[in-house]
């Protein structure tokens, strides 16, 4: 486990996503790009990329208390499981968060992989 900070808690509400840079600070691999979100019961983070085309996750629009909403086509994704609702079967990676005092750390080495499993005829 390598959890890194990325933000303090303050930094978000309670129904809010963003990005976050992680691998930025002068290390041989490139940053990269995560979607943390803070939900009613604690702080979550994903791959920002989505599985679809490519839709900043980040950017997207938290739903019903535990959904982010992509903002490209609005593919839906449980932000605590990755499932995503439009393909069953399709998964975004989720990674683990921990909170240490106010500063919230995220591991990209654990978490759940990401799954595509579309049908041949639904890509889009
Ligand atoms: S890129 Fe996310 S739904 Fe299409």
Known sequence: MAFEPVARTSQLKVGECR????????????PRRIALYRLAD??????????????????GIVSGGSHVVCPLHQWRFDIRTGACEVAPGT????YPVKIEADVIM???????????????DQDD
Not at 25 to 30: I, K, L, Q
Not at 42 to 57: D, M
Not at 91 to 94: A, E, W
């Open 19 to 30: 990005i976050v840079e992680m691998g930025s600070h002068g290390g041989p691999t490139a």
């Open 42 to 59: 604690g702080f979550y983070a994903t791959q920002n990329e989505c599985v679809h085309r490519g839709g900043e996750l980040g950017d």
């Open 91 to 94: 998964c975004i990676r989720t």
């Open 106 to 120: 995220i591991d990209l080495d654990g978490g759940t992989p990401a799954v595509l499993a579309l049908p041949p």
